[in-house]
């Protein structure tokens, strides 16, 4: 399997393109900002007062306002809070070191306490405020650490 993923990833690079950002629209930006930069420990910087970003060194999680969408083409093209089928994902050092400290922040979002995954991550799943599920994960199997070297 691990062979399989590597071809693939050399035929994504020979492709020439690269997932840089995801992009959560929210009535409520202020909210997620505090959110996220709490769960991560990591600062958001605002552009705008209706737009957000946390830069990682692989990718960048963007929160805009409903309003962004007047320039997306209206208010229809997406909705906020009503994402059910997306899952943010941040690997961590230590899942199990992480949950304790956001533990009382993420009671009332809580999905599953750090679980081993079958496929050899240590996952940690909850809701941010607008519903929008997290996970926290930490390789553990030689496969998954391996899969994840580097990222």
Do not use: C
């Not at 399989?4 to 990833?9: E, K, P, Q, V």
């Not at 946390?54 to 962004?68: K, V, W």
């Not at 949950?99 to 679980?115: G, H, K, S």
């Amino acid at each position: 399997m691990l062979r399989r993923f590597m071809a693939i990833i050399h035929q994504v690079k020979s492709i020439n393109m690269n997932l840089l950002s995801v992009r959560i629209i929210t009535a409520d930006i202020k909210r997620l900002i505090d959110f996220y930069e709490r769960i991560t420990g990591i600062p958001l910087v605002s552009y705008t007062e209706d737009f957000a970003e946390m830069q990682t060194p692989n990718a960048t999680l963007a929160i805009g306002s409903t309003r962004t969408l007047q320039v997306f083409g209206g208010s229809d093209v997406a909705a906020a809070a009503a994402n059910r089928s997306s899952i943010i994902e941040f690997k961590v050092a230590d899942v199990d070191a992480d949950y304790e400290r956001i533990a009382e922040l993420i009671a009332p979002y809580l999905v599953q306490q750090p679980t081993t995954m079958p496929w050899g991550n240590r996952s940690l799943l909850f809701r941010d405020p607008d519903g929008n599920l997290v996970n926290f994960f930490t390789p553990v199997t030689a496969d998954a650490i391996k899969k994840f070297a580097g990222k």
